[in-house]
């Protein structure tokens, strides 16, 4: 019998998990025709989330879970969830029900069908503010024009991956990390499937509009060089302007002298370039940035505990982490 491993990071969601577990059996019990593995991911929470799943655990053995050492974020919690994670496929699905895991099955048929990822996309985003879709709208597309493989609009990282695809995903350690991305740049054979996103059943949700400018800023620097592109672009069309005008002003001064004037046209000019220069910089700097947290090649995250055993990073290999390239 294959094994289905559901894979779900978990930032402080006590108020949550109870009810994710009945759904979530519930689930499991039409499915019978596989082994499950629920694979928590503690990703430093501060309420009682551990407890919990420890709870769960005590009288349901399918429950695994992974203490991450501290919060890492979710990019990095789904990695560790991947690197643990013993199934033939692996279903990424937020704690909080917002991903209805009644779609599981469906996408367990497509998976047998022959397909490695099979995506849920939102049809529609129920509980979301209108200003939250429309900035979704605006970075997506700046995302699809920019990058040269096609990426998935509007769906999140609830997904069924294949075996290949979880080794695939393995490989990328970068420390930046933009999952979503990475699910298009790997390949395979895709297959979407729609669905209807609810709202948060409770809790609260740990986005607000600052990380989602940085995941924005991430998903762009991290799957494309464009911005840089588009500076050189400027400044070739920058000089090249002042450089013929520069040609007129001298044939001007030339034929028909010059009474110096002109200290708005100079400011307008020097404050313009100096914003283009300094926007540059920071384009550089992003990218400078990325390398600089790259090439300290540190290990994505650390483990206090692997189910129920403390985790000494001296018996590192006994558990499946494994540096890339
Ligand atoms: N999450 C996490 N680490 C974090 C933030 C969030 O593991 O630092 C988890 C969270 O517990 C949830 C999922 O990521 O299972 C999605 O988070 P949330 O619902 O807050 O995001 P939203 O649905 O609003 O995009
Ligand atoms: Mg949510």
Same mark, same amino acid.
């Not at 997904?159 to 979503?180: G, H, I, M, P």
């Given at each position: ?15 949550? !998990?109870h ?7 519930? @689930?499991?019990r039409?499915?019978?025709? &596989? ?29 695994? &879970? ?7 974020? +979710? ?6 969830? !991947? ?7 692996? @279903?990424? !699905? ?5 991903d209805?895991?009644e ?29 939250k ?12 024009? %920019? ?18 695809c @979880? ?8 420390s ?55 500076? %050189? ?19 001007? %001064? ?8 002109g &200290?708005?046209?100079?400011? @307008? ?8 220069? !300094?926007i ?25 505990e692997?189910?129920?055993? +403390? ?10 982490v494994?540096?890339?390239?």
């Amino acid at each position: 019998m294959r094994t289905i491993s559901i894979l779900i990071p978990c930032y402080n969601e006590q108020e949550v !998990l109870h009810d994710l577990y009945d759904r979530l059996s519930m @689930v499991m019990r039409k499915i019978d025709n &596989y082994n499950f593995e629920v694979l928590f991911i503690n990703d430093g929470s501060k309420d009682r989330t551990l407890d919990i799943i420890k709870s769960l655990r005590d009288f349901d053995k399918r429950i695994s &879970y992974v203490d991450l050492s501290r919060n890492f974020g +979710k990019e990095t919690a789904m990695i560790a969830g !991947l690197d643990y994670a013993k199934g033939d496929a692996v @279903v990424i !699905l937020d704690a909080d029900l917002q991903d209805p895991p009644e779609l599981i099955s469906e996408m367990i048929d497509y998976w047998e069908q022959g397909y490695d990822d099979v995506f849920a996309k939102r049809r529609s985003r129920a509980g979301e503010t209108w200003l939250k879709k429309r900035t979704a709208k605006i970075f997506y597309s700046l995302l699809k024009k %920019t990058t040269k493989f096609s990426v998935q609009e509007n769906t999140g990282d609830f997904r069924l991956l294949d075996r290949r695809c @979880v080794e695939a995903l393995r490989q990328l350690r970068e420390s930046q990390r933009y999952t979503k991305g990475m699910f298009s740049w790997i390949g395979y054979n895709k297959k979407e499937i729609l669905f209807d996103r609810d709202p948060r059943i409770a809790g609260e949700t740990k986005w607000n509009y600052l990380k989602l400018f940085d995941l924005a800023i991430e998903g762009i620097t991290s799957f494309t060089k464009a911005p840089l592109r588009l500076s %050189t672009l400027i400044g070739t069309a920058v000089s090249a302007f002042a450089f013929i005008y520069m040609i007129i002003i001298i044939m001007k %001064t030339l034929f028909w002298g010059e009474s110096v004037q002109g &200290y708005p046209s100079l400011m @307008v000019v020097i404050l313009f370039l100096g914003g283009i220069q !300094l926007i540059s910089l920071g384009l550089l700097g992003e990218y400078i940035g990325r390398i600089f947290n790259e090439t300290k090649n540190r290990p994505l995250y650390f483990i206090d505990e692997y189910n129920d055993e +403390k985790i000494n990073l001296l018996g590192h290999d006994k558990h499946p982490v494994k540096k890339g390239n």
